[in-house]
């Protein structure tokens, strides 16, 4: 009783801030809203029973996204001050209609949904005891890594793709010099105690990912939060082009990911039919380097820091 | 149903309808990128209560997808930052703007 | 309810108190500084106090100093964002700017 008033609570607290974010007075409203959804987002993950899902979001969708989302309305603050923080008061005449529409869809969507039939069986039932056969104890990292490879590597390209158009808008973007942070010792005091404590975390995600909730995903988000992090005090000055390293160890996940799962074709074996838990933690090693990085790049292209 | 899968099925079927609204109705692209983000939220939630049902522990295969669909959603939602600012850059006016003042509102309408 | 529930949910609530009176000057305060002073002296002890009672009910060595951990950690952010966020109050009053 006392849990499902909790999650009514966090429920509300979820639809009232997705109304600040698309219907809030300023769009800094609507930022500092948004974060706040991620974090919230989190511990609705959590109460769900999916730990590798808050971990994940907490790192990526609260952490990540809410530092590029406001890196990128101080840029926009640069280019048009007077603009970006006035108040959005104008709305379409169209807008009622819509939002009255919009009611009804959600509507719907919730009687179609509450009225489905339990399934008899479902994908989920399969891999939890396609799990109990395999070496790797956490389910969630043996479909990403076993069952359902194809998604895992091509999520991988998705993120190169995106960082890739990231490179090519930025360096079409007029060089602007961003000016260095003024140093401020009690930052530079945080950063040499939190980003060590930050890769530890990271490796001990990537470590318990094969057993317990974590893995490649959560390791590379919350590293790339530590690199985000001396980026914004100015200790890593980003540049216009990767360099070769860069660029090596940002497809690495995939390289290594594809060769493994090559691999099982010489024995006859389907493709992406990894085998063995020392190459699963091989692969999420360089994954969690990949996207480690692929965030750590997309987030300083995303918020402009890139341009110089 | 349990009443707690109804409870998030509530919130996820919300976030449909206000991530709609937010797309079609905001004037400023920021704003538009956060609403398609809380779209994607609510298909996420969807997947995931979806695969809870009748289910003791909660389903892999839903969370494994959900996982490998946020880190798409903030690559995505890079991308769209990127290419907003080099708008706004670019052409500076009315294209971002409207929502904030150009006479006529959202020129939508 | 045995004692030690009793003094669980009496730390917990403490602490939730603290938060309410952090928010509370958050919201009514005027302006930057003092709000700022609201927010971290409050809500550093109403955390404290809810780690305490979580602490008290697990009823386990290892996830107390998991909570302590996260206190620390709490703390140790807030007060950098807090010096950040006064330091650019404090300029930008002063009219210096950045």
């Known amino acids: 009783m006392m849990l499902l008033a909790f999650d009514l609570l966090l429920a509300a607290g979820l639809l009232g801030l997705a109304v600040l974010v698309v219907a809030g007075p300023t769009l800094f409203v609507s930022l500092v809203a948004y974060t706040v959804f991620g974090l919230l987002m989190a511990v609705a993950w959590a109460r769900l029973g999916a730990p590798d899902l808050a971990l994940a979001e907490a790192a990526i969708g609260a952490g990540l996204t809410g530092a590029m989302l406001m890196l990128s309305y101080r840029r926009l603050l640069a280019i048009r001050p007077e603009r970006t923080g006035q108040r959005l008061v104008r709305r379409s005449r169209l807008a009622l209609p819509i939002a009255l529409a919009c009611t009804v869809l959600s509507a719907g969507l919730f009687m179609a949904l509450a009225g489905l039939p339990e399934p008899q069986r479902s994908a989920g039932g399969d891999a939890l005891a396609a799990t109990a056969q395999s070496e790797v104890g956490n389910p969630v990292t043996a479909v990403l890594l076993l069952f359902r490879g194809y998604d895992t590597l091509l999520e991988l390209l998705v993120l190169l793709v995106a960082w890739l158009g990231v490179a090519m808008v930025q360096a079409q973007a007029r060089p602007s010099a961003p000016r260095p942070p003024a140093p401020v010792p009690l930052l530079d005091a945080l950063l040499a105690a939190v980003v060590p404590g930050t890769v530890l975390v990271g490796g001990y995600l990537l470590h318990a990912g094969g057993q317990a909730p974590g893995g490649a995903f959560q390791a590379g988000a919350v590293l790339a939060a530590a690199g985000v992090l001396m980026a914004l005090a100015g200790r890593l000055q980003p540049r216009a082009r990767a360099t070769p390293v860069q660029a090596g160890l940002l497809v690495l996940g995939l390289l290594v990911f594809t060769a493994a799962g090559l691999w099982p074709l010489a024995a006859g074996q389907p493709l992406l039919a990894l085998d063995g838990l020392a190459t699963v933690y091989a692969v999420e090693a360089a994954m969690t380097v990949s996207i480690a990085l692929g965030l750590c790049l997309l987030f300083l292209g995303a918020a402009g820091l890139g341009s110089k | 149903m349990a009443a707690q899968d109804l409870v998030w099925l509530g919130v996820a079927a919300g976030l449909v309808g206000l991530g709609v609204y937010g797309v079609l109705v905001a004037g400023h692209l920021l704003r538009k990128l956060l609403a398609l983000n809380l779209l994607g939220t609510a298909v996420f939630l969807l997947m995931v209560v979806l695969g809870r049902r009748g289910a003791a522990t909660p389903d892999p295969v839903s969370q494994a997808m959900v996982l490998t669909g946020i880190v798409v959603a903030v690559s995505a939602t890079a991308f769209g930052l990127a290419l907003m600012l080099a708008l706004y850059r670019r052409s500076g006016e009315a294209a971002l703007d409207d929502e904030a003042g150009a006479p006529d509102g959202d020129g939508r309408d | ?98």
Do not use: Y
Not at chain 3, 4 to 21: S, T
Not at chain 3, 51 to 71: E, F, M, N
């Open chain 3, 1 to 98: 309810m045995s004692l030690v529930e009793l003094a669980a949910a009496l730390f917990l609530l403490c602490g939730c108190a603290f938060f309410l009176a952090g928010t509370l000057g958050l919201l009514r305060f005027p302006d930057t500084l003092s709000r700022l002073h609201a927010l971290t002296k409050a809500d550093n002890v109403g955390l404290l106090l809810i780690c305490i009672g979580l602490a008290i009910q697990s009823g386990s060595l290892r996830a107390s100093l998991q909570l302590g951990l996260v206190w620390l950690l709490a703390l140790t952010a807030s007060t950098v964002s807090a010096h950040l966020v006064a330091r650019r109050a404090h300029r930008q009053s002063n009219g210096a700017g950045r």
